[in-house]
């Protein structure tokens, strides 16, 4: 059981949900490794290259900014990732042409090539267990698991409890 000071003169409360998220987040992150490794095994690609060509598939001619945005992963590791790409041939950057300090980055054929046949980075089997709940369930989880996101992140320190379904 985890154990809180409660904030009021620091007496201490049990929390026998918090065992349960900590087991559930240790789960997830499991099966998370598990596919990324899958992942890596039938494509070449780690879970966040992934996600990050698939920001460029979707978005097109894209900065890292946009990327950093879509993948919700630091502008560093993007440029970080889009290095490693970049090094395979599977994206191309180039700066714009009216502002030089602007970085585009797109697909390469290759790079399509290989998207046309990517598979889910969550995983098929997962992504047909959630399509088979219904509307209201699939809108209930993806809430719960995005506040708890908020509340594990430095970003949600601030974020009032009903603030999250807004953004």
Do not use: W
């Amino acid at each position: 059981m985890s154990i809180i000071e409660n904030g009021n003169g620091g007496e201490k409360l049990q929390m026998p949900q918090a065992r349960s998220i900590e087991k559930a987040v240790r789960r997830i992150v499991r099966a998370h490794d598990l596919q990324s490794r899958a992942l890596a095994k039938r494509c070449g690609l780690t879970a966040a290259q992934l996600v990050v060509m698939k920001g460029v598939t979707e978005l097109g001619e894209v900065t890292s900014g946009a990327l950093s945005v879509y993948a919700d992963i630091s502008a560093a590791t993007v440029v970080t990732i889009l290095d490693n790409l970049e090094e395979r041939g599977l994206i191309q950057r180039y700066r714009s042409g009216s502002d030089r300090r602007i970085v585009h980055t797109r697909l390469t054929d290759e790079g399509r090539a290989l998207m046309t046949q990517a598979p889910e980075p969550l995983g098929e089997m997962f992504l047909d267990r959630f399509a088979r709940l219904s509307p209201e369930e699939r809108q209930t989880l993806a809430d719960a698991i995005a506040r708890l996101g908020e509340l594990m992140s430095a970003a949600g320190e601030a974020v009032p409890a009903g603030d999250v379904a807004k953004r």
